[in-house]
Nanobody, 121 residues
Framework: QVRLVESGGGLVQAGGSLRLSCAAS????????MGWYRQAPGKQRDAVAT???????TYADSVKGRFTISRDNAKNTVFLQMDSLKPEDTAVYYC???????????????WGQGTQVTVSS
């Protein structure tokens, strides 16, 4: 089954930067809305940023001006550039798409396995 695979997480000091990437595990035809969510220990999973296939973006208030979401439609990949990181950004970051068309059919509501981002003070 086609999966979303994230990469780019890690440990960084406050004020630093990280770039997350997410791509399908095998060839697909298209992806609709893509987004990044995060979940800190003991908290619910919240939306961080989303981007439509046409490039329209949304951001959580807490990351506006610091994070930038982008996508490469030719490679069906989404990125999250995270600058000026704060300790409160520490969480597991998940990639998500509401719909993707694969060689085996259409899948809806697909999540990646998550990548840990830790920001030290």
């Amino acid at each position: 089954q086609v999966r979303l695979v994230e990469s780019g997480g890690g440990l960084v000091q406050a004020g630093g930067s990280l770039r997350l990437s997410c791509a399908a595990s095998e060839r697909i035809f298209s992806i609709n809305v893509m987004g990044w969510y995060r979940q800190a220990p003991g908290k619910q999973r919240d939306a961080v940023a989303t981007i439509t296939s046409g490039g329209r973006t949304t951001y959580a208030d807490s990351v506006k001006g610091r994070f930038t979401i982008s996508r490469d439609n030719a490679k069906n990949t989404v990125f999250l550039q995270m600058d000026s990181l704060k300790p409160e950004d520490t969480a597991v970051y998940y990639c998500y798409t509401d719909r993707m068309v694969t060689t085996r059919g259409t899948r809806v509501g697909v999540w990646g396995q998550g990548t840990q981002v830790t920001v030290s003070s």
